[in-house]
């Protein structure tokens, strides 16, 4: 016997609003001339783009809750279970692997990066996945603690948070070598904002994503107001030790991000499932892998043709630019790119196409 997982718009909704936050901040016309918001900080700090990417892996724990936990408690085949996600994540892995090759080939980059943006995810959704299905809820809130309170103290241990120098970017470094975003072969140091050290606190992340989603299947929502309120604070009383630092996804970071995306939730649930809102990024949420993915295959075509630069300075910079400056135009491309992938997938999911990977 097996239930059909609970479905909340809410959850689609904001799983697509993150993905087509994503298409924004990296697609931009001209990465000299973005406005701040859409940037990463420099290093310590947290700006809304840094919210993006914690959000996914937030989204993929409730996701977990709603869809894989609720087959496990009505009896399903735990094996059968087991083997979907370890299949599921494997690909979302090689899906990474393959767009990093992709890049490597078309921008003429040196080497293949071996993780990412998709192999994090791939990675968490494993963990995330098996540890919702076998261990039990005051488990999981010790094993949490565990993660952020141990990546600190790892991390204080290392005596250093600077870029480079930093126990995970050494970490990194000695495991992956040149196989990484950064590499410096004249003083051998390294940064990898997807890393391996720095996946044990992403891990959290989306562990913090299952517990919300329990909530929220139980319509706890007290409960998720006073948890978005507690994780916001921890997480800014935390950062003045252990800084906001998206690159090496810090516990504070961790409890910030955490914090904001589920009080995300809480508030599309209220707008979306209870009164009836439309489910604004819906089209983008039950397609998310397929949108990230194709988007990325897609802008490293046009970049590595050289169609990204012509149809940037033809259609925006060129008469935009005397007129708005050159910021402007470097985002309207960023919009146009979202707006593109927006019918794609829209038009998907009215002919109920929802590519599962």
Known sequence: MSAAPQRFASVDAL??????AMLLVNNPGDWGHVYAPLLHADWHGCTPTDLIFPFFLFVVGVSIA???VPRVEAG?????????IVVRALKI???GLLLHALAMWLLDRPVLRIMGVLQRIGVCFLFAALVAMHVKPRVQWILIAILLVGYWALMAAGGTYAPG???????DTAVLGRF???????TGLGQEPEGLLSTLPALATTLLGVRAGAWLRRGELRTMVVASVLMLALGWLWSLWFPLNKPLWTSSYVLWTAGWALLALLVLHALVDRRGWPAIGRSFGVN???????AAALIYVLLGTGAWSAIYQRAFAGWMTPLFGPYLPSLAIALCYVALWWLVVRWMDKRGWHVKV
């Open 93 to 95: 892995i090689a899906i």
């Open 165 to 171: 120098e930093n126990l995970a970017n050494r970490f």
């Open 66 to 68: 709603l869809g894989i």
């Open 288 to 294: 998310a892998i397929t949108a990230y993915a194709g």
């Open 15 to 20: 799983r697509g609003i993150t993905v087509a």
């Open 76 to 84: 399903g085949d735990t094996g059968k279970l087991q083997r979907g």
């Open 180 to 186: 990484q975003y950064i590499f410096d072969p004249a």
